[in-house]
């Protein structure tokens, strides 16, 4: 059983996705979204690690780093290809 501590900012994490989601919907521009997105990487990535918090579990950790460093490196590419460079 998860302790309310971290069930509350799991919660809360949850519904900030959720606006950032609308966020991605809703961007009038591509930048917009890609920032959006970005922040939902984020928000995922901060997720995992409350979530290896609560249940002492070393793996989500683990996979919190490889996450962020991937959507680190999409989120550059992704840039890259909105400005047109090469």
Do not use: C, H, W
């Amino acid at each position: 059983m998860m302790p309310a501590d971290f069930a509350a900012a799991a919660a809360v994490l949850a519904v900030l996705v959720l606006v950032a989601l609308v966020r991605a919907a809703l961007g009038k521009t591509t930048p917009d979204r890609v920032v959006a997105v970005d922040t939902i990487n984020t928000l995922v990535t901060a997720s995992l690690v409350v979530l290896g918090a609560a249940f002492s579990q070393v793996t989500y950790i683990d996979v919190a780093l490889v996450y962020a460093m991937l959507s680190f490196v999409a989120t550059l590419f992704i840039s890259k290809y909105l400005e047109g460079g090469k």
